[in-house]
């Protein structure tokens, strides 16, 4: 299967992951194979948290640890998500905040081969959270600098991509700058996705659905209408006809409904298109009955599948009012939160992702039923868990602008709201959240009464 | 936010006014923003 054709150049000769076919290839003891997360038609969502290396501190510059001939044959292996500000010995006399703990730049790298024939098709290197201030470069071509340590990012590696051979990824991080006032940590502490799509597929945060419930206000289950917004890219050279196929599926997995519509994307462009059907009798998503619907989006040409991706999302209704308060689903509910970090003992920031249905299943048992993300966006499987499990989310976005230090460009006002849309764009189909927050208090001090403030 | 409810700004805008803290201030705030929800956490 196309899966097993990337490998990671691994410097422990970790055998655990190789395969007959990757045997057979020809390839040599001591590779391994990526994790695939998901794997679906015309697309690759190929999992890079393996076999890593990492050096604390910064590199003299002799020999850029940027470039592919850098000796790293002396740095630590490890798998991520990792916290090394986690590692270092406490010291009193540095900031309290952030645990007495040093902090200092770090460096990784990583070894991936490409085959050949991912040639011609569109490849992006994901992020989900480093902490921060990152560069990243790919065979010593940087990609890109990323100042939040809260929010994803992507890089297109199309052009610089080795194709049949092995490829550099290095990463630079300098956590030095906090942006918060509690332990921060540092490192690469999210997941790493190699995607390989084809010229035509679903942008980044690409699937928006929208439901509403006729008279949900008022306790009303009767149906819901659904709006699907599907953003088809082209990456292509030429106009591209294509048939985006949504397919809604039931909490017991019955496909419900089965939607085609047909647009035209330019070259290097992105278009919309928005279906829309009703479903009756919908199973309403509540912290006692946590349902949830799949959106199964596919984008045809000449009817042929092209790309495939899924995204969960739930149907309910919620309403506040200012003096009976919070409406679920036309009840009211009153809201047991807690305002929670996303760091825990022992691991830091870089959580697994089997730790969060644990973490919210406690805060249930102790009779909470919501959580507010404080004070940044959460690591995304923390959002998965509170959907399935039932728990409702206030998810935080950090800053505004360059109220947090090295936002790119530095001078970036406090009306920029990229972060923030980030956000949103990322998270709008949990149907856990009931509330944005644009940031904590900090990051608008001076500004709550102003009317550069209300003008935002 | 944690301050700044009585003044022009960000409260005459949000959705919902969210209050950091300042427990003692919830009923003059929601009578300065009768129409808004208020968010205490």
């Known amino acids: 299967m196309k899966m097993f054709c990337h490998l990671n150049f691994s410097r422990r000769g970790n055998l655990r992951r190789l395969s007959g076919w990757a045997l057979l290839a020809g390839l040599s003891a001591g590779l391994t194979l990526p994790s695939p997360a998901q794997d679906v038609s015309g697309r690759q969502h190929l999992l890079l948290d393996a076999d890593w290396l990492f050096h604390r501190g910064d590199v003299p510059i002799l020999v850029p640890a940027s470039t592919e001939k850098f000796v790293d044959t002396h740095w630590q292996t490890l798998d991520l998500p990792h916290d090394y500000v986690l590692d270092g010995h406490f010291d009193s006399a540095l900031d309290r905040s952030h645990g007495y703990l040093p902090v200092e730049a770090a460096w990784y790298r990583k070894h991936l081969f490409i085959p050949q024939t991912d040639q011609g098709k569109v490849l992006r290197l994901q992020f989900d959270g480093v902490f921060r201030d990152s560069q990243v470069w790919l065979n010593g071509h940087l990609l890109g600098n990323h100042a939040s340590g809260y929010t994803g990012f992507e890089y297109d590696i199309s052009s610089v991509a080795h194709y049949g051979g092995e490829n550099v990824i290095a990463v630079r991080v300098d956590p030095r700058h906090f942006e918060g006032w509690w332990y921060e940590g540092g490192g690469i502490y999210r997941h790493v996705y190699l995607n390989v799509l084809s010229p035509v597929h679903v942008a980044r945060h690409g699937t928006y659905v929208v439901s509403e419930v006729p008279h949900g206000n008022e306790g009303a289950d009767d149906e819901a209408d659904i709006t699907v917004q599907t953003t088809v890219e082209n990456n292509g050279a030429t106009p591209a006809n294509n048939t985006v196929v949504s397919e809604i599926v039931s909490p017991d997995g019955t496909v419900l409904a089965t939607l085609h519509d047909s647009a035209v994307v330019a070259p290097g462009g992105q278009g919309d298109v928005v279906q ?83 973490r919210v299943e406690q805060l249930k048992r102790s009779g909470a039923n919501a959580w507010r993300t404080a004070h940044n966006p959460p690591n995304e499987a923390l959002l998965d868990a509170c959907d399935r499990l039932g728990m409702m989310v206030m998810d935080e976005n950090r800053h ?23 956000m949103i764009q990322r998270d709008r189909h949990h149907p ?6 644009m940031c904590n208090e900090e990051g608008i001090k001076g500004m709550e009464g102003s009317p550069e403030g209300a003008s935002l | 936010m944690d301050s700044g409810w009585l003044k022009p700004g960000f409260a005459d805008v949000e959705d919902i006014i969210g209050v950091n803290y300042s427990y003692g201030s919830y009923d003059t705030i929601h009578a300065a923003h009768p129409h808004t929800p208020m968010f205490g956490s």
């Open chain 1, 276 to 358: 829309k059907t009703v479903l009756p009798q919908p199973r309403l998503w509540s912290p006692d009955s946590p349902q949830l619907y799949e959106l199964r989006t596919t984008i045809q040409q000449d009817g042929q599948p092209v790309d495939t991706t899924t995204t969960t999302f739930g149907i309910r209704t919620i309403h506040y009012d200012a003096d009976k308060g919070f409406f679920l689903n036309g009840k009211h509910l009153e809201i047991r939160g807690v305002a929670s970090h996303q760091d825990f003992p022992v691991v830091g920031i870089a959580v697994p992702d089997s730790l969060q249905p644990w």
């Open chain 1, 400 to 422: 505004l602008g360059d109220s947090y230090s090295h936002h790119s460009p530095p001078g970036t006002p406090y009306s920029d709201l990229s972060d923030l849309a980030e």
């Open chain 1, 432 to 437: 856990g959240i009931i509330m944005w927050s």
